[in-house]
């Protein structure tokens, strides 16, 4: 629990890191917000510091709907309303429930439900508003994956975790081809299978085969989904350090309609390379957080 003065200078150090690094996206996903005050809180920093520096005011917008973490964490949205339109906001699956395999007692299948974003950003060229779909996820960890005392449990959520996503993308999909989905977030899960099971790879609709994982997946979705990770220089593949261990499990996937307009894809270095000493000095933006913030960048006009 941080104290008030704690908290401000948090939000501070969040709100300079957003600014000069991140250069104020137009949307990002957040994981691990208290609650939806806390988020307008730091929206308003961000706010308020911007005009100060030199920069334009973004006018950023909160948005998050409380999910079944039983520590109070949910994901959330900040939107630049200065430049985007938000067209609906809406959480998923929150109610979904699976049998514990341990216990045969039905537990929420979503801890920090998944929260879809639709909006538009008007295009100046087509005089069109460039729409799109996003959705910021924060899954199950890896604690208890491999206690014998847990692990049937935590390894059957995140397969079922992986599924919910694979289902909920192909049936957008199937309704529309055409619809510029991204999925985002903390998937705490890597971009290849991990021999127990491939969280990632069901959800980008290549799930490893059945002969090759314990815990295998059906393939649910068509047409696949492209993880941005894959397509950057390994030695650049990791956003987060554990026992020392770099390795990337915050990912940006994307449908095939938004293939063409991507831009780039990168980390923000401000954080798995620093010293966690970093985040008591108020002078350093670094080590906010313990993971590197996935970047997206798109272009209006297909290349």
């Not at 314990?214 to 220089?233: E, F, R, Y």
């Not at 063409?260 to 966690?276: I, L, Q, S, T």
Request: proline share 6%; aromatic share 8%.
């Amino acid at each position: 629990m941080l104290t008030t003065d704690a908290f401000n200078r948090r939000l501070k150090k969040v709100s300079m890191a957003i600014r000069d690094y991140l250069q104020t996206p137009d949307v990002i996903g957040t994981v691990e917000v208290e609650d939806l005050s806390a988020l307008k809180r730091l929206a308003d920093q961000i706010n308020d510091d911007a005009v100060p520096a030199g920069k334009p005011n973004p006018k950023y917008e909160a948005y998050l709907i409380e999910g079944n973490d039983g520590r109070g964490v949910d994901v959330g949205f900040l939107v630049k309303s200065a430049r985007v339109r938000v067209v609906e906001v809406k959480q998923l699956g929150k109610n979904e429930k699976f049998k514990k395999p341990d216990t045969g007692e039905d537990e929420f299948l979503n801890d920090r439900p998944p929260l879809l974003l639709r909006a538009s950003i008007d295009d100046a060229k087509t005089g069109k508003p460039f729409e799109f779909m996003l959705i910021v996820n924060h899954l199950k960890s890896m604690l208890g994956y491999n206690d014998p005392k847990q692990m049937a449990n935590v390894r059957l959520k995140k397969k079922l975790q992986a599924e919910f996503l694979a289902r909920t993308v192909a049936e957008r999909l199937k309704a529309d081809p055409n619809e510029r989905i991204a999925l985002l977030g903390d998937f705490n899960a890597f971009q290849f299978n991990d021999g127990v099971m491939d969280v990632v790879g069901t959800i980008k609709g290549k799930p490893t085969p059945k002969d090759s994982v314990m815990m295998a997946s059906d393939d649910l979705l068509d047409p696949d989904l492209t993880d941005l990770v894959d397509v950057i220089k390994p030695e650049e593949r990791y956003s987060y350090t554990f026992d020392g261990n770099a390795q990337a499990i915050d990912h940006i996937l994307i449908s095939p309609a938004l293939v063409n307009y991507v831009k780039g894809f990168g980390y923000a270095r401000v954080n798995a390379d620093y010293p966690e000493v970093f985040r008591n000095d108020d002078k350093r933006v670094e080590r906010y957080s313990d993971h590197d913030p996935a970047i997206a960048y798109f272009s209006l006009d297909p290349k």
